[in-house]
């Protein structure tokens, strides 16, 4: 399944499939302490929120999800790793999964293995390689969690985000 990403915005956009479905929509609000919500757009169920992630500046980032009707601290949740930039988790499955966090791209494997099951591709303008907007490649093993592993995306994506900036300012 691919999911596209309607702005290049990952904290406010509208995510679509191939067929133009909209599935899920990603809103982000205030500044120091901003709130990213994602809402599920189900046709049988109607739109819910499922998660929200407060980012904090002076405390922990957390993390509420609806289907647990629980709320974590980030780090917790997805905890850097030493001399790593990758994030593992477990999952509601309780499945270890990993997100390898890297200058372009965002990809999830499970824990011991290879095998690519999502993929987070940024906007291509198209001059060395075909044009297209930001989209998540994900594999139909991982729909299960789906809501869960887009969530923590999110996360981790602003995470390379902001090392990215630190290391453009730093170089």
């Known amino acids: 399944m691919r999911l596209t990403f309607s702005t290049n915005n990952y904290l406010n956009s509208v995510l679509c499939d191939e067929q ?10 205030g500044l120091l302490n901003s709130k990213t919500t994602v809402i599920k757009h189900d046709q049988r169920r109607g739109d819910n929120i499922i998660g929200v992630i407060t980012w904090r500046t002076y405390r922990d980032t957390t993390i509420w999800f609806e289907a647990t009707r629980s709320e974590v601290a980030a780090k917790s949740l997805l905890p850097s790793r030493l001399f790593s930039s990758s994030r593992a988790f477990t999952a509601p499955d309780g499945k270890t999964y990993v997100w390898n ?13 290879n095998l690519q099951l999502v993929k987070y591709h940024r906007r291509n303008v198209g001059i060395m390689s075909p044009s297209h907007p930001p989209y998540l490649e994900i594999s139909p093993s991982v729909y ?21 900036a630190g290391a453009g300012a730093a170089g």
């Open 20 to 29: 133009g479905q909209q599935l899920y929509t990603i809103s982000t609000s």
């Open 101 to 113: 966090i890297w200058k372009t791209n965002c990809v999830l494997k499970a824990q011991g293995t």
């Open 144 to 164: 299960h969690i789906l809501d869960f592993v887009l969530i923590a995306f999110i996360y981790v994506e602003r995470m390379s985000r902001r090392r990215e």
